[in-house]
């Protein structure tokens, strides 16, 4: 039945998404995962430890972790599903919370509405909601280029990876995703006070974002052909494979990869994170380096797209399975 209740997330976090009155009144569950996170790393993570024994102690804290969303979901299916329908419902509902299909439009076509309204610095303003990034860095075309990166890296691994593990394992694979991807977030920095303890997460969630992202970047491709052709649908999927092996993530150049070739677009390069600039390749070079505001609309229209095919695909299992 995961399939099914795949397709019913999927449409649930369609039509309603993460509403904003809702979780000012409740902690979104991603917050929780977050505390527990913050009370991990407080207790493993101590300055004073050398590095292999911190590193040991983040293997074991992103273990126990795991364990514990894994067994949340468990639990919450296993009390759920003798209600029928109406625990289905509820499930389906609570799996909606951890997709990000309308949630990460709307944060993104956010940025381009504030452009065209109020200008560089609302836009600068909203695109730091959504990259880490020094905004006050960014001209109106490196703004763009931001929010169309996100789009693109975000729907990997806030779409397509958590359907996934939802569609392969129900609701224990989606919360240990989520963990997991909220674990590499929060400690998975290649700075001096996370590089041990947060190792092992940022190890295993490029490990468990591996197959999503070339899932994604196959999407992507399959889907450009409807938005610009059969020549840039090739483009998209030969650029993910030529440049997505020069990114600094393992994953992420694989969707930016496609969304690149697929709107014409060079997108990556350095980036500065307040005084720290991190030098990283461009893919598509070729590409137009000056993003538009339209150029985030089209961005916007091929993830839509891609939801689509997602939901469609996933229409086809849950038939096949029923």
């Not at 009144?25 to 911190?54: K, S, T």
């Not at 940025?111 to 200008?119: F, K, P, S, T």
């Not at 909601?129 to 905004?135: A, W």
């Not at 939802?166 to 590499?184: E, S």
């Amino acid at each position: 039945m995961s399939a099914v209740l795949a397709l019913a997330a999927l449409l649930i976090d369609r039509l309603v998404g993460d509403p904003d009155w809702l979780w000012r009144r409740l902690p979104h569950p991603v917050v929780g995962f977050g505390a527990l996170i913050r009370w991990a790393e407080r207790g493993g993570n101590r300055p004073q430890w050398p590095a292999g024994r911190r590193r040991v102690a983040g293997v074991f804290a992103t273990l126990v972790l795991l364990v514990l969303a894994g067994a949340a979901g468990f639990a919450l299916h296993r009390l759920l599903a003798p209600l029928g329908i109406a625990g289905f419902a509820m499930e389906a509902v609570i799996a909606s919370i951890l997709l990000a299909q309308r949630s990460l439009a709307d944060h993104v076509r956010r940025v381009a509405d504030a452009l065209r309204r109020e200008g560089l610095p609302a836009g600068r303003r909203a695109v730091s909601m959504i990259v880490g990034r020094d905004p006050e860095a960014l001209d109106e075309p490196a703004v763009c280029r931001a929010a169309i990166e996100s789009l693109a890296e975000n729907a990997s691994d806030g779409v397509v990876a958590p359907w996934l593990y939802l569609l392969l394992f129900g609701l224990p694979g989606l919360f240990a995703y989520k963990m997991l991807n909220t674990a590499d977030s929060m400690i998975g920095h290649m700075n001096e006070r996370y590089r041990a303890f947060g190792w092992a997460a940022a190890r295993l969630d490029d490990l468990a974002n591996w197959p999503a992202a070339r899932l994604g970047a196959i999407l992507f491709a399959l889907v450009a052909s409807a938005r610009v052709g059969r020549v840039g649908a090739v483009r998209a999927w030969g650029i993910a494979r030529r440049d997505a092996p020069q990114h600094r993530s393992p994953n992420a150049g694989w969707p930016e990869g496609a969304v690149a070739g697929a709107l014409g677009l060079a997108l990556g390069g350095p980036r500065r994170y307040g005084e720290l600039v991190v030098e990283a390749p461009m893919l598509n070079e070729t590409g137009r380096r000056e993003a538009t505001v339209s150029d985030i609309g089209r961005g916007l229209r091929l993830f839509a797209s891609l939801c689509d095919a997602l939901l469609a695909l996933t229409l086809a299992l849950a038939l096949l399975t029923l």
